[in-house]
């Protein structure tokens, strides 16, 4: 008997692979969404769909993650600047301006959401949403004025100025002068803070109150002050400031 073994013997068949169940969990993602809407998902999910969008050969589970774990949040990620996303592995050049993209066009939504046709004061929330989705998030101060009519129709929402991560200059005749210019008679302003605390400051107070002044004897009403910030909002006038 020839004990040695058969080299002509079929070689062992190796157990088959276990199959990738990479595109299974995308597309049981995609259907939840489909069936179940953005909210029924959790953040690193709605963010792991949008990513797919901008890196579409790859899974974006972990990487989604990630960007949570240094952004903070949902909107954290869209609102971080460049400079920041270009630290993160697995996102380049191409990826980051996908992303910017996403980030404007859901501006430009939120935008959109306040019927122009409609008295403004009478969308509150969706005012406050937009103010926030465009501003809670940026890395230095942004002071913004929505100019209205007479029946408190928006006319044009404008950025006044920029500043640095605690001051942004602002110039109460050049407010009213732009106000002049579109005939607006109510004004709302809008400025964030990137600390993220909106609690307003002692030059806040006095710049919106020099504002007023101005103002009112042009028949032009400041009917609030709105900050912004990633912990919430404060109203000028709710707080009974102005």
């Known amino acids: 008997m020839n004990d040695r073994p058969d080299e002509f013997a079929e070689a062992a068949i190796p157990a088959p692979a276990a199959p990738d169940d990479h595109a299974g969990h995308r597309?049981?993602?995609?259907?939840?969404?489909?069936?179940?809407?953005?909210?029924?998902?959790?953040?690193?999910?709605?963010?792991?769909?949008?990513?797919?969008?901008?890196i579409p050969r790859k899974d974006t589970k972990a990487l989604a993650k990630q960007l949570l774990r240094e952004f903070g949040s949902f909107s954290g990620v869209f609102n971080a600047s460049q400079s920041r996303l270009e630290k993160i592995k697995g996102l380049g050049p191409t990826s980051i301006a996908h992303l910017k993209v996403i980030q404007a066009v859901a501006a430009r939504f939120g935008r959109d959401r306040i019927d122009i046709q409609m008295p403004i004061l009478s969308s509150w929330s969706q005012l406050i949403d937009y103010c926030r989705s465009q501003m809670a998030y940026e890395s230095i101060e942004q002071f913004r004025v929505l100019f209205l009519d007479k029946k408190n129709r928006l006319i044009a929402d404008e950025v006044q100025q920029t500043g640095t991560v605690d001051?942004?200059?602002?110039?109460?005749?050049?407010?009213?002068?732009?106000?002049?210019?579109?005939?607006?008679?109510?004004?709302?302003?809008?400025?964030?803070?990137?600390?993220?605390?909106?609690?307003?400051?002692?030059?806040?107070?006095?710049?919106?109150?020099?504002?007023?002044?101005?103002?009112?004897?042009?028949?032009?009403?400041?009917?609030d002050h709105i900050i912004v910030g990633k912990s919430g909002h404060a109203s000028l006038r709710g707080l009974k400031l102005i």
Do not use: W
């Open 27 to 54: 597309q049981r993602v995609r259907e939840r969404f489909l069936k179940l809407g953005g909210e029924a998902l959790e953040d690193y999910e709605l963010l792991e769909l949008a990513l797919q969008l901008v």
């Open 167 to 223: 001051h942004t200059p602002v110039y109460p005749r050049e407010v009213i002068k732009r106000s002049l210019e579109l005939s607006a008679t109510a004004l709302i302003l809008v400025h964030n803070h990137p600390s993220g605390d909106p609690s307003p400051s002692s030059a806040d107070i006095r710049m919106t109150k020099e504002i007023a002044d101005i103002a009112k004897p042009l028949g032009i009403v400041l009917h």
